[in-house]
Nanobody, 121 residues
Framework: QVQLVESGGGLVQAGGSLRLSCVAS??????MGWFRQAPGKERQFVAA????????YYADSVKGRFTISRDNAKDTVYLQMNSLKPEDTAVYYC????????????????WGQGTQVTVSS
């Protein structure tokens, strides 16, 4: 079992920055990632970081603006979001799974409760 708790969401103006954090407890030797879901839309992949070598992967829509990182000593994964746009507005969910490969999830997976990010124009 893995429990995930996100924090760091909020309201920011376009062009601003936010940093999301996700603290994991339980079994933590998993790939970790971030997905988001905007109202009326399906949940979509944002970024992922492997457990084995901390390789990172990003959705094209956030590449160059968002950075995912993890601190295994603290069982925490971060999502630094810069140059935010109104279309980044969504609930952001942290995910842990045995494998997250370019947005595809393999194996039993665990989700956080989500944190709201709102970007005003």
């Amino acid at each position: 079992q893995v429990q995930l708790v996100e924090s760091g969401g909020g309201l920011v103006q376009a062009g601003g920055s936010l940093r999301l954090s996700c603290v994991a407890s339980g079994r933590t030797l998993y790939d970790m990632g971030w997905f988001r879901q905007a109202p009326g839309k399906e949940r979509q992949f944002v970024a992922a970081c492997t457990w084995s070598d901390s390789s990172t992967y990003y959705a094209d829509s956030v590449k160059g603006r968002f950075t995912i990182s993890r601190d295994n000593a603290k069982d925490t994964v971060y999502l630094q979001m810069n140059s935010l746009k109104p279309e980044d507005t969504a609930v952001y969910y942290c995910l842990a799974a045995p494998t997250i490969n370019r947005g595809k999830i393999y194996g039993v997976n665990y989700w956080g409760q989500g944190t709201q990010v709102t970007v005003s124009s």
